[in-house]
């Protein structure tokens, strides 16, 4: 139990000095090792790194980022904010449909909450300012759209947690599809909700077809890469790390294709920038392997499942609590570190009260997704404040109904957890 405190208290106090996730990570498991003498040679810790990374599936993770680097370099993100703008535009307060369809959308290729959130702010948060929304209620609503980008296939984070608990990644794939897209209607009614009460209902234009035609069109190609990968996976083709490497070759074409990627310098460019993404996480993954080993010798899965089944013997009550407690660490910890310090934990103990393992993962993942948008320390908030160049403390009033509303749509995820399990056993 104190071994178990401790490394969690440490890494904490580390972090909040500033230090770089991975390496807070590294140094916990070192202090915590030669402060209760557990026994782990020294020579034992480079074979753990390794190991952390060490695994076919975890491939998939750097070619879902390239590939989104190259989308973003090919200007498939243009085409999709006009696609989005032809179909649901017209509507009023059609910046709020455009927002919330782009992130869907941009979700279907992208994989990450934060590179989607990134993408689209840059336009959007500016043009959403510039007819009448005010910048609170853009950058609240753009943050909380892009929580849908690892809830919708691909996923970085679904990856991660099959990769953590032995589960499925096509089968999390799938079961992130209609959480997906149940909180993007959600956010759409309750972002219609807040325009009319603050005068946001900006006139649309009115549909055109023919703007619709031009739009398609042009971004025709790009909605090729999400039905690449679902089609792929459902019908056994590939694995999620070979969905991947099509993507990569997909979207160098389509490149080639609108002619935005011309040279090698730009795919050269291109792979330093997802290289430096891919090296944050592989080395996140890496440290790991000696916490994970950590975390085994201070027997902190059996420590956790005792005071959990202490405080409550139903398994509702257990799972709530859970999520509770992901929900309170997620504010402070990025989703990534989320994943790698509790899902194979929180798996088991949810597994040992008849929990889906494919329902607790999407809900585990729509969890820590929420913590990226809530202050003080949502990675996701702190992309679309910069962009839109406000403090963070400006957007709460704005951001809580859309935060409310992803809870509830969590707590009902708790409830029916065939929003998750349905499609993965009708297709699988």
């Known amino acids: 139990m104190a071994e178990s405190v401790s490394i969690f208290l440490i890494l904490i106090a580390l972090i909040f000095l500033g230090i770089p996730v991975a390496v807070s990570i590294g140094l916990a498991s070192l202090a915590t090792i030669y402060?209760?003498?557990?026994?782990?040679?020294?020579?034992?810790?480079?074979?753990?790194?390794?190991?952390?990374?060490?695994?076919?599936?975890?491939m998939a993770i750097p070619f879902f980022i390239f590939a989104?680097?190259?989308?973003?370099?090919?200007?498939?993100?243009?085409?999709?904010?006009?696609?989005?703008?032809?179909?649901?535009?017209?509507?009023?307060?059609?910046?709020?449909?455009?927002?919330?369809?782009?992130?869907?959308m941009m979700a279907s290729i992208s994989g990450s909450g934060t590179a989607c959130a990134a993408a689209l702010g840059v336009s959007l948060i500016p043009d959403m300012a510039s007819r009448g929304y005010s910048k609170e209620y853009a950058i609240s609503l753009t943050?909380?759209?892009?929580?849908?980008?690892?809830?919708?296939?691909?996923?970085?984070?679904?990856?991660?947690?099959?990769?953590?608990?032995?589960?499925?990644?096509?089968?999390?794939?799938?079961?992130?599809?209609?959480?997906?897209l149940v909180i993007g209607l959600s956010l759409m009614i309750v972002g219609t909700i807040i325009c009319r009460r603050n005068g946001f209902r900006q006139e649309g234009n009115p549909f055109s077809m023919e703007k619709l035609k031009h739009a398609v069109v042009r971004g025709w190609a790009a909605l090729l890469i999400p039905a690449a990968i679902f089609l792929s996976i459902i019908m056994g083709w590939t694995t999620a790390s070979e969905a991947g490497a099509i993507v990569c070759v997909l979207s160098l074409l389509l490149g080639a294709w609108y002619r935005t990627i011309t040279k090698v310098s730009d795919v050269m460019e291109v792979t330093r920038s997802a290289a430096n993404s891919t090296c944050t996480i592989f080395a996140l993954l890496a440290l790991s392997g000696i916490f994970a080993n950590v975390l085994v010798r201070s027997h902190f899965q059996e420590v956790i499942a005792e005071i959990l089944f202490s405080l409550s013997g139903s398994p509702t009550a257990?799972?709530?609590?859970?999520?509770?407690?992901?929900?309170?660490?997620?504010?402070?910890?990025?989703?990534?570190?989320?994943?790698?310090?509790?899902?194979?934990?929180?798996?088991?103990?949810?597994?040992?009260?008849?929990?889906?393992?494919?329902?607790?993962?999407?809900?585990?993942?729509?969890?820590?997704?929420?913590?990226?948008?809530?202050?003080?320390?949502?990675?996701?908030?702190?992309?679309?404040?910069?962009?839109?160049?406000?403090?963070?403390?400006?957007?709460?009033?704005?951001?809580?109904?859309?935060?409310?509303?992803?809870?509830?749509?969590?707590?009902?995820?708790?409830?029916?957890?065939?929003?998750?399990?349905?499609?993965?056993?009708?297709?699988?």
Request: charged share 10%.
């Open 35 to 58: 402060i209760f003498d557990l026994g782990v040679p020294l020579t034992l810790l480079p074979s753990q790194t390794f190991s952390g990374v060490d695994s076919f599936p975890l």
């Open 68 to 104: 989104g680097e190259i989308m973003n370099k090919a200007g498939i993100t243009r085409r999709i904010l006009d696609l989005a703008d032809a179909i649901v535009g017209s509507l009023k307060g059609g910046l709020t449909y455009v927002n919330v369809l782009a992130a869907m």
């Open 143 to 180: 943050s909380c759209a892009n929580v849908v980008g690892p809830i919708i296939p691909p996923s970085t984070l679904f990856i991660l947690f099959g990769y953590y608990t032995n589960t499925s990644v096509a089968r999390l794939f799938m079961g992130g599809v209609v959480p997906g």
């Open 318 to 428: 257990i799972l709530l609590i859970i999520v509770l407690f992901i929900f309170i660490l997620g504010m402070f910890v990025d989703v990534t570190p989320m994943v790698i310090m509790f899902a194979a934990t929180f798996t088991a103990i949810a597994g040992e009260i008849g929990v889906d393992k494919v329902h607790f993962g999407v809900l585990f993942t729509l969890i820590c997704m929420i913590g990226a948008v809530t202050p003080p320390v949502g990675g996701i908030l702190f992309v679309t404040t910069t962009i839109g160049k406000i403090p963070m403390t400006r957007i709460v009033p704005m951001l809580m109904p859309f935060v409310i509303t992803l809870v509830i749509i969590a707590c009902i995820l708790v409830f029916v957890p065939s929003l998750a399990t349905a499609l993965p056993n009708l297709l699988f």
